[in-house]
């Protein structure tokens, strides 16, 4: 059973820093690619990063560009999201997702993702 395990959430003021972790069981991980979302209250899921297999290539949605690093340690099964320089318009639910393959070419969507974690809670004050 495929399980995808989010942590590292919670109160920061802006300009602060969070690490979120993804712990990954039950899948062959460096055969995935990895990606973060986020769903603030009363707004839908968009994409924020993505990790590739073996962590060279990565992909950001522009709001989190040059402030967020996605990283990932295929010997641990877990994918990171370094967040810094935090703003309040960062607050939402951040979930884990994985896809399987999608090595090169086009970055794999949120429809395309097979499994996703139940999310952690990350809130910014201002």
């Known amino acids: 059973q495929v399980q995808l395990v989010e942590s590292g959430g919670g109160l920061v003021q802006a300009g602060g820093s969070l690490r979120l972790s993804c712990a990954a069981s039950?899948?062959?991980?460096?055969?995935?690619?990895m990606g973060w979302y986020r769903q603030a209250p009363g707004k839908e899921r968009e994409f924020v990063s993505a990790s590739r297999w073996s962590g060279g290539m990565t992909n950001y949605a522009d709001s989190v560009k040059g402030r967020f690093t996605i990283s990932r340690d295929n010997a641990k099964n877990t994918v990171y999201l370094q967040m810094n320089n935090l703003k309040p318009e960062d607050t939402a639910a951040y979930y884990c997702a994985a896809a399987l393959g999608s090595y090169s070419g086009n970055w794999p969507g949120m429809d395309d993702m097979n499994y996703w974690g139940k999310g952690t809670r990350v809130t910014v004050s201002s």
């Open positions: 039950g899948l062959s991980f460096n055969r995935y690619t």
